[in-house]
Structures are given as structure tokens and as C-alpha cells.
């Protein structure tokens, strides 16, 4: 889902992401995909800390609204409209090998 191709095809600019920062790409998609209602600042609190205690990475540092917003200006919003079309097509795919 996240390899080098999809992050070179949406992000804005060849010099994007290409520094390893506090925040990638992937993060930011998920972090995206994840938001609810809350603030922003308490959303990224419960993203940091999710990743630290649940998918094991300790180093995983909080990060603020302003750099999770220059962040987000570096996608392209039509990763959005392709990763639903391949959620839906995995969705049906699935179905039709399941009958």
C-alpha cells in the first residue's frame, strides 16, 4: 500500500518527502485516514501514542498541527480517490473468491 511508487506518484514535489523526518508519508496517509472529531492536537497525541504502544515503534515522537498541516500540503488528494478504489475492488475481489 505504502511503497516507494504510490509515495513518489501523490506526493507534490520530487523534494518531498525525501529527508526522514518525524512525520512520513505513510504516517500522515494514516493519520488522515484515522481523523475524528477531536481536536487536532488531542488527535495527534492518540496517533503518537498508539504507535508507540501498539505497532512497537519506541522512537515514535510527537509532532505539531503546523508541521502535520505542511505535511498534509505535500499529498496529492488523489491518493485518496485510489486507495478507495482499491479498497473497494480488494472488497469485491475477496467476496467472489469467498463463494
Not at 512525520?23 to 493519520?31: A, C, D, E, Y
Not at 515522537?61 to 488528494?77: G, L, M, N, W
Amino acid at each position: 500500500m505504502f511503497s516507494e511508487n504510490i509515495v513518489l506518484k501523490y506526493k507534490v514535489s520530487k523534494n518531498d518527502f525525501t529527508r526522514k523526518r518525524k512525520q512520513s508519508f505513510q504516517t500522515t496517509i494514516l493519520f488522515m485516514l484515522n481523523l475524528q472529531t477531536k481536536s487536532l492536537a488531542i488527535e495527534i497525541e492518540n496517533l503518537v501514542s498508539f504507535i508507540k504502544c501498539n505497532i512497537g515503534v519506541k522512537n515514535a515522537e510527537h509532532y505539531t498541527k503546523s508541521a502535520f498541516v505542511q505535511c498534509r500540503r505535500k499529498i496529492k488528494p488523489e491518493v485518496f480517490k485510489d486507495l478507495s478504489d482499491s479498497l473497494v475492488e480488494e472488497f469485491y475481489t475477496d467476496r467472489q473468491q469467498r463463494r
